[in-house]
Nanobody, 125 residues
Framework: VQLQASGGGLVQAGGSLRLSCAAS??????????MGWFRQAPGKEREFVAA????????YIAASVKGRFAISRDNAKNTVYLQMGSLKPEDTAVYYC?????????????????WGQGTQVTVSS
């Protein structure tokens, strides 16, 4: 399974971005996968942002972004999205998508089997 994240960029504080993560290879035809987003700011450890289960009926958002970010997925397109709003400079980071085999989601890095290459999000003040 290969994951390709896109949609990052430079945005002013208060703005919005939507990240996409497209899965290819052995995807829905072979695996049921929960999906997640993590981020890593310069000089900091990677942290959990959001995750969603296979059906899209259940998700979990980190407290630091709750109310501003939302996760969704379109299994027909093998794509998961992270809608980010009311962005703050502290949201600046490389954002990574990840996939875990199984129908549920997880907020721990070690649960994920596949990782994308990351997309840079920079929020200016």
């Amino acid at each position: 399974v290969q994951l390709q994240a896109s949609g990052g960029g430079l945005v002013q504080a208060g703005g919005s971005l939507r990240l996409s993560c497209a899965a290819s290879g052995r995807t829905s035809s072979s695996y049921v996968m929960g999906m997640g987003w993590f981020r890593q700011a310069p000089g900091k450890e990677r942290e959990f942002v959001a995750a969603i289960n296979w059906s899209g009926g259940s998700s979990y958002i980190a407290a630091s972004v709750k109310g501003r970010f939302a996760i969704s997925r379109d299994n027909a397109k093998n794509t998961v999205y992270l809608q980010m709003g009311s962005l703050k400079p502290e949201d600046t980071a490389v954002y990574y998508c990840a996939a875990t085999r199984g129908s549920t989601y997880s907020y721990t890095e070690n649960s994920y089997d596949y990782w994308g290459q990351g997309t840079q999000v920079t929020v200016s003040s």
